[in-house]
């Protein structure tokens, strides 16, 4: 295809502010609450279900807000803000009537996390905050009116993560053990002591703790103890045994919900090459059918009203926008809110394709393929995108950078290496210190199917990531110099001995894990740390960094690009100051994303749109 021929996609469309996003109906069902731009910042709107007005109700004008929920009393939303990406969240409350939003949880370099917010007790709520001890989260209790804040459970050194039951009572924990292992501990009541529930083997990876049952007598859990992938499990607290709600023989249980009008636990999900949804409650079967007739799309329940007939819900898909639908399951009756970028419905995206590549010592992996549109899929310029974590996965619906990098004319390849959540143990724990080694190689023979299916030129082929993907990006550049034209490195730890020293007081407790999975004698690291193999790297590379990240500090990108530049190695660097692990403002995607496309450009060929001049992004 001609480059006048081919519509591109604007990048500020896919890198923008979306329009409207993360919809959520108030307890009462009279509102929706929901993120929206405000002077080009994602802000808090409110507007009536019935009536329609729109009102912003919470902004701040330095950074973007990406999380909102309803506080009880229908009357007031809560919302989440960090400074300057540095993960230090701190809870905030705004009227609908447009009063001043107040900070539930102020102080300096204290972190929050949302723990219970529960509608049948809308004068407080339940947040895991670190401000008595930065390494540890204790469980707050908030009164709403008052602004105050208690401690109600007290860490005692070990507890990773709390559970609230359904009267707000803190009666489950994880807690790490001395050998690694995950302790499930419960209690009967406030004042009851705690015991062990159940112990989880490292090799078992972490469980979660779920929900309660509505009587509070049993307890829910997602854990691969006793199987290899993991089962969403039932416990009877008083007598310690547990059945199995669900299970796969192959792929992880990966999500639940609850029925916000009974608290019963009536719906789990697998995620599979697409995520599916299973009735725990036949009552639920027919929800769930007529919820999934709809929209096409992988479907999440956002929230629902206290009485559980009206639910906010999500649909995503790969090649377009994702839309927002209210559903009531009493009608079966849905009303269509808003898609998150209406403006993509002018273009013709790209499907994802679930992909098998074979691995070199047999190990089946799974990812997606991502082609341009209206082209052969012959010898195209390639991008090998690598996920973060690593323990995550990729997965099918709309991704901004994937449909960018397939508008502008590369096939797009995404696997799940060993190591990668979601596919059981085995496949995770068959990732354990190989950072450097099966993950990479996994990666690198993605690449080899990608040419072998004749898809890729092999001259043409960038690897591009973040964080974990980031250092894979390094490792990939270090270990193989011929195997990759170019890279683009996106908050890459460099050094693993460097990365695990400097690591954010919160994730302490979770330093076992990190040395099981990474490894932790410092020459092993050293070894899987492409620093020390930068003289090995030739190929041009891009590195983008946030200067306040908590997890991969800007040192981690600094000492590869002065090893790089003193070997005379052509880098560009972009440092936003503005940034944590990961771009949040608008503005700044735009400018990455348009240093980006001019770098493959020149080395990969592809097409590219004009920078603006608001894409300076300097070095």
């Not at 974990?468 to 990006?473: F, I, R, S």
Request: charged share 20%; glycine share 8%; hydrophobic share 40%.
């Amino acid at each position: 295809m001609k480059a006048s021929d081919h519509v591109l996609i604007p990048r500020d469309i896919l890198f923008g502010s979306p329009e409207n996003s993360n919809a959520c109906i108030s307890p009462d069902g009279e509102y929706v609450a929901y993120l929206a731009p405000f002077d080009k910042k994602l802000s808090v709107w409110v507007r009536g279900v019935r009536e329609g007005t729109a009102r912003m109700i919470a902004h701040d004008p330095a950074r973007p807000i990406s999380w909102v929920a309803w506080q009880g009393d229908s009357r007031h939303v809560l919302y989440l803000q960090d400074a300057g990406g540095n993960e230090n969240y701190h809870l905030f409350r705004a009227g609908i009537d447009i009063s001043q939003p107040r900070d539930l949880t102020p102080g300096e370099n204290v972190r929050t996390i949302p723990l219970s917010i529960k509608h049948r007790h809308p004068d407080e709520m339940l947040v895991q905050f670190n401000r008595r001890n930065p390494e540890l989260f204790d469980v707050g209790r908030i009164h709403f009116e008052s602004g105050t804040v208690k401690i109600d459970t007290e860490n005692p050194g070990d507890v990773m993560t709390w559970l609230a039951d359904n009267d707000y009572v803190v009666r489950a924990a994880l807690a790490q053990s001395a050998d690694g292992a995950t302790i499930i501990r419960v209690r009967d009541s406030a004042d009851a002591p705690w015991r062990d529930l159940d112990s989880i083997p490292s090799k078992d990876f972490v469980p979660s703790i779920v929900s309660f049952s509505p009587d509070n007598t049993r307890l829910y859990a997602i854990s691969a103890k006793d199987s290899n992938a993991a089962r969403l499990i039932c416990y009877d607290l008083a007598t310690g045994k547990s059945d199995v709600a669900l299970e796969d023989a192959t792929y992880d249980v990966s999500g639940a919900f609850v029925d916000p009008s009974t608290n019963e636990l009536v719906a789990a999900s697998i995620l599979r090459d697409r995520l599916e949804w299973v009735a725990l409650d036949d009552r639920f079967e027919r929800t769930l059918l007529t919820l999934r007739s709809i929209f096409d799309g992988d479907m999440v329940i956002a929230n629902g009203t206290l009485d559980g007939t009206t639910f906010a819900v999500r649909y995503t898909t790969d090649a377009g926008p994702a839309r927002y639908y209210l559903f009531n399951r009493v009608t079966e009756e849905s009303s269509f809110l808003f898609s998150d970028r209406p403006a993509l419905l002018d273009y013709s995206l790209a499907p994802m394709r679930p992909i098998q590549v074979p691995a070199r010592d047999g190990l089946t992996l799974h990812g997606y393929l991502t082609l341009p549109q209206d082209v052969e899929p012959k010898n195209l310029p390639g991008v090998l995108f690598v996920h973060g974590g690593p323990w995550h996965r990729d997965r099918w619906g709309y991704d901004d950078m994937i449909q960018w990098l397939a508008n502008r004319g590369y096939a797009v390849i995404q696997v799940n290496f060993r190591g990668s959540t979601g596919y059981g143990k085995a496949f995770l724990n068959a990732g354990n210190r190989e950072w450097a080694g099966k993950m990479r190689t996994d990666l690198l023979d993605a690449r080899d199917w990608a040419i072998a299916q004749g898809i890729v030129d092999p001259s043409r082929f960038a690897i591009f990531g973040g964080s974990y993907g980031g250092y894979a990006v390094l490792t990939a550049l270090a270990f193989t110099p011929d195997a990759f034209t170019c890279g683009v490195d996106i908050v890459g730890p460099s050094n693993l001995n460097t990365l695990l020293s400097s690591i954010p007081p919160y994730w302490k407790p979770l330093i076992r894990i990190f040395h099981e999975r990474m490894g932790e004698d410092p020459q092993f690291l050293a070894s899987h740390s492409p620093l020390f193999k930068a003289g090995e790297i030739r190929a041009p590379l891009l590195v983008a960094q946030g200067a306040n990240d908590p997890r991969v500090k800007q040192q981690e990108s600094d000492q590869i690009v002065e090893a790089l530049r003193k070997n005379g190695v052509p880098v560009t660097y972009i440092v936003f100051p503005d940034e944590g692990h990961g771009f949040a403002n608008p503005q700044n995607a735009q400018r990455f994303s348009a240093a980006t496309e001019a770098f493959l450009a020149q080395h990969i060929g592809g097409f590219l749109e004009p920078a603006q001049q608001a894409d300076d992004y300097g070095e």
